[in-house]
DNA sequence: TGACGTCAAGATCCG
DNA sequence: CGGATCTTGACGTCA
């Protein structure tokens, strides 16, 4: 079983990806951000590997405007050398990547031109794999589209659109439930038809169930078994619903109590889980974590090292009951720990709380720190107790202190991050 | 015509 | 001018 996590890293550095608008999309500058961004992927792949973590989805963005008519240049022999030194990383380490493209590619689209710019996206999809030397069970997933009043129709045209792919890129797609359109039921059908595999989404299901009453374990049966020797382990995605968010929303973070449920209930505990959440990496670590009951405690005491300050500026409380906890025990109840650490995410405002954790991180700062700096933050502290400025505008001023100081201690806190 | 999702880039505002 | 905060982009479908 592997637990991954998409497309970017939180609280790592020389991570994030660039982005251009079509205006600027002129051959230097996709060259440009295409470069920057295989940096940022490689550093991600380093990141997993070091967390071990063995599931990781690609971020379409990489190349910019990939299957855009913009795109000039030969991206694949460019960066040949790259790609060859990331991809390599990717198989010692036995780190399983699969990319995604958006709902905006739309391959049963009856609209002109929609159909062939589906093709031509999964074209790049493919290729980056392909220049990875990703084997076949690197996945592309892929929505069915649109309904156009009549689905069984619409679905006909999938799978003929589907049939006309060359078939290097056929033998990598997985078709997905979305929460609108095509349920797991509709979905299926069409993997039955077309022998391409199907991973089965749970909160789309959530949103958008089938007929039958079957329930989401027994649906994950079913798609399991979608999945040849060939394709790798089956594959789900697994997201939680964003509190008070718009239908469909993925929550913030997943919570750990709610997750646990879940893989105990799993009939197969091999298969691979994608987590669909706004905190990434942060989630993957937690729910590996969680259902390890044999976790060494050093690891355990690491991810705390992380979550500190931030529980800290939560809850006072919170952060030493968890504190408690890792002093006093030899073994640690994994999922108890991050109960306790979704307790303390729960949205709150506690300004005290925040005071006090902003002075515990000055703390390791301080004392080598410039004077302007030692100002700044004494201005920041009394502007935000005087309710002038938010926490965010201090969060920002320490990170920066503890970079220039290179206090790796406090720069790899996940207190900056929310 | 706007919502949907996504998160930097870009624009504008503030001290 | 630097930094904070608000708006835009790029895609296709559906209400």
Redesign the pocket.
Known sequence: MAIGFA??VIGDINT??????????GQNNLRKIAFANLSALEAMVDYNIKQGISLFRISSDIIP?AS?PEMEFDWQHEFGQLFDRIGRKIKSAGLRVSMHP?????L????P??AE??AADLQYHAAFLDSLSAGRESKIILHI????DDKNK?AASFIENFNRLPLPIQSRLVIENDD??YSAEDVLEISQVTGIPMVFDNLHHLLNPSRNNLSQFEWIELCSATWKAADGKPKIHYSQAKDG??????SNTINAREFVEFYNGLPDKTIDIML?V?DKNLSAIKCMNAVNPGLPVGQLEEEWARYKYLVLSRSASIHNEISDMLKNKPIIDTAAFYEMIDRAGEPTEDHDAQVYAAQKVWGYLKGSCSESKKKRFHKLLKQYSEGT??I??MK??LFKCAAEQNNQYIVKSYYFYF
């Open positions: 497309c970017l994030s990806l660039s982005h251009c608008r079509l205006k600027n999309a405007f855009h958006g709902q905006y590619t739309v049963n689209s009856p609209r031109g929609i710019k589906a589209g649109g309904v156009y619409a609108k359109n968010g718009s239908r469909g929303a993925h669909e706004k400025i938010r965010h505008t920002k001023h």
